[in-house]
């Protein structure tokens, strides 16, 4: 197992690229599509700040300001959430290796486990909402914030909506190991495919922006 307490975050892109590409499980594709999502975030914050103060688009100052400060706000969670996901599914590795001889040790092991991977579904859960509001986010700036920036909030939206599938694929392999009367078990599907949907029309509706921006340069 890696070190625990290496914070992602302090990691140089080298070092979490070979992290990921590593025979160790975490961090994998939830860390990947939080980083994916907090990109995403700072794409945003970017075309903000290459518009906010430039007179072409003053009538946008105030919501692209809104837009810069949410997106600062999304990213930060996310790479938390990066971090978070990684040291959950490490606790889900640590509980399977928990000793499993008598009764007592079963009970415990599985009470563990079960808590375990409870955390490793809901991370990913807030992963897929977090991204969401970024997607939001690309999707609002794209007809508004500086046009020679739009292809980066075209890239915003992809990299979010990625962020957000990804997500949904790791809730959806957690869930079947959760409890059966966990509720979270029952309930995720239909949000997951909600979650899902929305980022298609959103995407769909970004890109829409961006082609159409582009096409006018």
């Known amino acids: 197992m890696p070190e625990t307490n290496v914070q992602l975050v302090d990691v140089t892109v080298d070092d979490f690229l070979d992290r990921l590409a590593s025979s160790d499980p975490a961090p994998g594709g939830g860390s990947a599509s939080a980083l994916a999502g907090a990109m995403a975030a700072g794409l945003v914050g970017m075309v903000a700040e290459l518009t906010v103060g430039r007179e072409q688009y003053v009538e946008h100052d105030a919501a692209v300001r809104e837009i810069g400060a949410a997106a600062a706000g999304h990213r930060q969670t996310l790479m938390t959430l990066a971090q978070d996901d990684a040291t959950a599914y490490d606790a889900v590795v640590r509980a399977r290796r928990l000793p499993r001889e008598t009764e007592a040790e079963q009970a415990a092991r599985s009470a563990v486990l ?23 986010l690309a999707e609002r700036i794209a007809p508004i914030g500086n046009k020679n920036a739009v292809s980066d909030a075209g890239v915003a939206a992809l990299l979010a909506a990625s962020a957000l599938r990804g997500a949904v694929l790791n809730v959806r392999i957690n869930l079947p190991y959760l409890a059966p009367d966990e509720p979270m078990r029952g309930e995720a599907p239909a949000e997951l495919e909600r979650l899902e949907e929305l980022a298609g029309m959103l995407e769909a509706s970004a890109a829409a922006a961006v082609d159409a921006r582009i096409g006018d340069a």
């Open 114 to 136: 079960r808590d375990s991977m409870l955390e490793a579904a809901r991370i990913p859960m807030r992963i897929a909402t977090e991204s969401l509001d970024v997607l939001q």
